[in-house]
Protein backbone atom coordinates (compact mmCIF):
# COMPACT_ATOMS: atom_id res chain seq x y z
CA UNK A 1 0.00 0.00 0.00
CA UNK A 2 1.19 3.44 -0.95
CA UNK A 3 0.19 5.97 2.18
CA UNK A 4 0.71 9.57 1.46
CA UNK A 5 1.05 11.09 5.02
CA UNK A 6 3.70 13.40 6.18
CA UNK A 7 6.47 11.31 7.74
CA UNK A 8 5.80 13.09 11.20
CA UNK A 9 2.39 12.13 11.50
CA UNK A 10 1.56 10.23 14.64
CA UNK A 11 -0.69 8.66 12.75
CA UNK A 12 1.63 7.18 9.82
CA UNK A 13 3.41 4.32 12.21
CA UNK A 14 -0.51 2.81 13.36
CA UNK A 15 -1.21 2.87 10.35
CA UNK A 16 1.75 1.30 8.92
CA UNK A 17 1.81 -1.69 12.02
CA UNK A 18 -2.44 -1.94 11.42
CA UNK A 19 -1.13 -3.00 7.27
CA UNK A 20 1.47 -5.36 8.52
CA UNK A 21 -0.85 -7.03 10.70
CA UNK A 22 -3.80 -7.42 7.92
CA UNK A 23 -0.73 -8.85 5.40
CA UNK A 24 -0.21 -5.05 3.72
CA UNK A 25 3.85 -3.55 2.94
CA UNK A 26 3.69 0.34 2.98
CA UNK A 27 5.79 2.25 1.51
CA UNK A 28 5.40 5.90 2.47
CA UNK A 29 4.97 9.17 0.04
CA UNK A 30 5.62 12.73 0.88
CA UNK A 31 3.42 14.44 -2.09
CA UNK A 32 1.01 13.85 -4.96
CA UNK A 33 3.58 13.81 -7.96
CA UNK A 34 5.08 10.49 -6.36
CA UNK A 35 1.83 8.65 -6.65
CA UNK A 36 2.05 6.25 -10.15
CA UNK A 37 -1.92 5.91 -11.65
CA UNK A 38 -1.34 2.05 -11.54
CA UNK A 39 -1.03 1.69 -7.91
CA UNK A 40 -3.79 -0.71 -6.78
CA UNK A 41 -4.64 0.57 -3.22
CA UNK A 42 -3.52 4.53 -2.10
CA UNK A 43 -3.82 5.20 2.06
CA UNK A 44 -4.44 8.90 2.65
CA UNK A 45 -3.47 9.60 6.16
CA UNK A 46 -5.33 12.00 8.47
CA UNK A 47 -2.56 14.91 8.24
CA UNK A 48 -3.55 15.47 4.52
CA UNK A 49 -5.06 18.90 4.72
CA UNK A 50 -7.38 18.51 1.67
CA UNK A 51 -7.72 14.80 1.14
CA UNK A 52 -10.09 15.24 -1.66
CA UNK A 53 -7.53 16.98 -3.66
CA UNK A 54 -5.69 13.16 -3.59
CA UNK A 55 -9.03 11.54 -5.77
CA UNK A 56 -9.24 14.47 -7.62
CA UNK A 57 -5.27 14.03 -8.88
CA UNK A 58 -5.51 10.63 -9.36
CA UNK A 59 -8.85 11.01 -11.85
CA UNK A 60 -6.73 13.30 -13.38
CA UNK A 61 -3.84 10.79 -14.04
CA UNK A 62 -6.24 8.30 -14.52
CA UNK A 63 -5.84 6.20 -11.35
CA UNK A 64 -8.46 3.12 -10.42
CA UNK A 65 -6.47 2.83 -7.42
CA UNK A 66 -9.05 1.91 -4.48
CA UNK A 67 -8.29 5.22 -2.11
CA UNK A 68 -8.44 4.55 1.85
CA UNK A 69 -9.40 8.09 3.69
CA UNK A 70 -7.69 7.33 7.25
CA UNK A 71 -9.54 10.25 9.41
CA UNK A 72 -8.31 11.27 13.07
CA UNK A 73 -12.41 10.88 14.20
CA UNK A 74 -15.84 9.62 13.28
CA UNK A 75 -16.86 13.42 13.06
CA UNK A 76 -14.16 13.90 10.11
CA UNK A 77 -14.98 10.51 8.64
CA UNK A 78 -18.54 11.64 8.25
CA UNK A 79 -18.25 15.20 6.30
CA UNK A 80 -15.75 13.20 4.44
CA UNK A 81 -18.51 10.84 3.39
CA UNK A 82 -20.75 13.50 2.85
CA UNK A 83 -18.34 14.94 0.36
CA UNK A 84 -17.59 11.77 -1.74
CA UNK A 85 -21.37 11.26 -1.35
CA UNK A 86 -22.10 14.89 -2.95
CA UNK A 87 -19.76 14.11 -6.07
CA UNK A 88 -20.51 10.71 -7.13
CA UNK A 89 -17.86 11.20 -9.76
CA UNK A 90 -14.91 12.28 -7.64
CA UNK A 91 -13.73 8.98 -6.20
CA UNK A 92 -15.25 5.60 -7.43
CA UNK A 93 -13.40 3.31 -5.24
CA UNK A 94 -12.90 4.50 -1.97
CA UNK A 95 -12.88 3.37 1.71
CA UNK A 96 -12.98 5.41 5.02
CA UNK A 97 -11.10 3.85 8.03
CA UNK A 98 -11.41 6.54 11.25
CA UNK A 99 -8.28 5.32 13.62
CA UNK A 100 -9.33 4.86 17.06
CA UNK A 101 -7.29 3.48 19.91
CA UNK A 102 -7.90 -0.33 19.65
CA UNK A 103 -4.79 -1.39 16.98
CA UNK A 104 -7.00 -4.73 16.64
CA UNK A 105 -10.04 -2.54 14.97
CA UNK A 106 -7.90 -0.89 12.59
CA UNK A 107 -5.95 -3.83 11.51
CA UNK A 108 -9.44 -5.95 10.95
CA UNK A 109 -10.68 -3.26 9.02
CA UNK A 110 -7.38 -2.95 7.05
CA UNK A 111 -8.07 -6.77 6.43
CA UNK A 112 -11.19 -6.56 4.86
CA UNK A 113 -9.69 -3.59 2.70
CA UNK A 114 -7.24 -6.01 1.21
CA UNK A 115 -9.82 -8.61 0.61
CA UNK A 116 -11.89 -6.48 -1.27
CA UNK A 117 -8.67 -5.21 -3.50
CA UNK A 118 -7.48 -8.81 -3.89
CA UNK A 119 -11.23 -9.46 -4.80
CA UNK A 120 -11.58 -6.37 -7.37
CA UNK A 121 -7.68 -7.82 -8.91
CA UNK A 122 -9.28 -10.85 -9.71
CA UNK A 123 -12.40 -9.55 -10.72
CA UNK A 124 -10.34 -8.03 -13.49
CA UNK A 125 -7.89 -10.43 -14.12
CA UNK A 126 -10.44 -13.06 -15.16
CA UNK A 127 -12.73 -10.86 -16.76
CA UNK A 128 -9.70 -10.45 -19.08
CA UNK A 129 -8.54 -13.55 -20.04
CA UNK A 130 -12.22 -15.19 -20.45
CA UNK A 131 -12.58 -16.51 -24.21
CA UNK A 132 -15.43 -18.19 -26.16
CA UNK A 133 -15.61 -21.88 -25.72
CA UNK A 134 -14.99 -24.53 -28.29
CA UNK A 135 -18.10 -26.00 -27.86
CA UNK A 136 -20.03 -23.31 -28.70
CA UNK A 137 -19.59 -22.02 -32.05
CA UNK A 138 -19.83 -18.67 -33.15
CA UNK A 139 -23.57 -17.15 -34.69
CA UNK A 140 -23.63 -15.52 -38.41
CA UNK A 141 -24.19 -12.00 -38.00
CA UNK A 142 -26.76 -12.26 -40.47
CA UNK A 143 -28.50 -15.68 -39.17
CA UNK A 144 -31.48 -15.41 -36.85
CA UNK A 145 -32.04 -17.77 -34.76
CA UNK A 146 -34.89 -16.79 -32.87
CA UNK A 147 -38.61 -16.91 -34.02
CA UNK A 148 -39.81 -13.79 -35.45
CA UNK A 149 -41.90 -11.27 -33.48
CA UNK A 150 -45.47 -10.95 -33.69
CA UNK A 151 -46.94 -8.26 -35.75
CA UNK A 152 -49.58 -6.33 -35.13
CA UNK A 153 -51.11 -6.10 -38.22
CA UNK A 154 -51.36 -9.92 -38.32
CA UNK A 155 -54.39 -10.97 -36.79
CA UNK A 156 -54.30 -13.70 -34.17
CA UNK A 157 -54.42 -17.61 -35.30
CA UNK A 158 -57.83 -18.97 -34.93
CA UNK A 159 -56.80 -20.80 -32.21
CA UNK A 160 -55.50 -17.94 -30.01
CA UNK A 161 -59.01 -16.10 -30.38
CA UNK A 162 -62.19 -16.88 -27.89
CA UNK A 163 -64.91 -18.42 -29.74
CA UNK A 164 -67.45 -16.05 -31.21
CA UNK A 165 -65.41 -12.91 -31.27
CA UNK A 166 -64.34 -11.39 -34.64
CA UNK A 167 -61.34 -10.36 -35.96
CA UNK A 168 -60.60 -6.11 -35.40
CA UNK A 169 -57.99 -4.12 -36.71
CA UNK A 170 -57.04 -0.85 -35.70
CA UNK A 171 -57.00 0.08 -39.34
CA UNK A 172 -60.14 -0.62 -39.77
Not at 36 to 48: E, F, H, R
Not at 123 to 146: D, E, Q
Amino acid sequence: MLLLDAADSEYAARIEHAANDAGLSVQLLDNLEAMPADAPLIGVGPSISEPLNVARHMRGIGGQALLVFFTDSSSVRDSLQAELLRDPFLCARYELIAIVDNRRHLASRMGRVVDHVQRHLHAVSSSRGRRRSISKPARSPGVNTRAPAPSMSQPSPPCARPAGKKTSSWRS
